[in-house]
T-cell receptor, first 113, second 116 residues
Framework: DQQVKQNSPSLSVQEGRISILNCDYT??????FLWYKKYPAEGPTFLIS?????DKNEDGRFTVFLNKSAKHLSLHIVPSQPGDSAVYFC????????????FGTGTQLKVEL | DTAVSQTPKYLVTQMGNDKSIKCEQN?????MYWYKQDSKKFLKIMFS???????INETVPNRFSPKSPDKAHLNLHINSLELGDSAVYFC???????????????FGAGTRLSVL
């Protein structure tokens, strides 16, 4: 039973364009959402997060949007750079869940020159 | 000055053996975690400890036993290794729930375990 889903296993974008990575969730108890970036042979690295009381959070080139009614969030990267090529994981946690993170299966982003 | 470090990075062993993976963090966090990433790249939590106390224990075979000698260390011992235990195991740490930076977990580079 996958409570966090990333339905696109891969995405290819040209350098300078916008990358949009999507994530859907089913558990209405989730109240905090995070995006992690992972390079091969490294651990996931925290990128950006959003609380369920907000619908947008921005940090430099990265913006996360949350649509609670649709149980959907997205990560926008503008402009995309070759160094952004990595696997992006969406994760969620629920209040009272002891900081347990539930991860999606990841989307491989490739930014081409 | 690695924040969360795991050893070893690679571990190749025979079925039936017992092995340990060590994890240490120097971030001053008091909560640590073990995750398993299987062949389908699915990252799933196994355990978490807060100040040496077990707070999350997912449905994991009891062949897996975490040990936290202090809040900066969380080791994972696996008895009687099976083929299905082959995976990448990640350690992570964070501040405890209820703090302002809750749930931002910092990960180690992973330990790739291959059981032959």
């Amino acid at each position: 039973d996958q409570q966090v889903k990333q339905n696109s296993p891969s995405l290819s974008v040209q350098e300078g364009r916008i990358s949009i990575l999507n994530c859907d969730y089913t558990n209405s108890m989730f109240d905090y959402f995070l995006w992690y970036k992972k390079y091969p042979a490294e651990g996931p690295t925290f990128l950006i997060s959003i609380s369920s009381i907000k619908d947008k959070n921005e940090d430099g080139r990265f913006t996360v949007f949350l649509n609670k009614s649709a149980k959907h969030l997205s990560l926008h990267i503008v402009p995309s750079q070759p160094g952004d090529s990595a696997v992006y994981f969406c994760a969620a946690s629920a209040r009272g869940g002891g900081n347990k993170l539930t991860f999606g299966t990841g989307t491989q982003l490739k930014v081409e020159l | 000055d690695t924040a969360v470090s795991q050893t070893p990075k690679y571990l190749v062993t025979q079925m039936g053996n017992d092995k340990s993976i060590k994890c240490e963090q120097n971030l001053g966090h008091d909560t640590m975690y073990w995750y398993k990433q299987d062949s389908k790249k699915f990252l799933k939590i196994m355990f978490s400890y807060n100040n040496k106390e077990l707070i999350i224990n997912e449905t994991v075979p009891n062949r897996f036993s975490p040990k936290s000698p202090d809040k900066a260390h969380l080791n994972l011992h696996i008895n009687s290794l099976e083929l299905g235990d082959s995976a990448v195991y990640f350690c992570a740490s964070s501040l405890r729930a209820g703090t302002s930076a809750k749930n931002i977990q910092y990960f180690g580079a992973g330990t790739r375990l291959s059981v032959l």
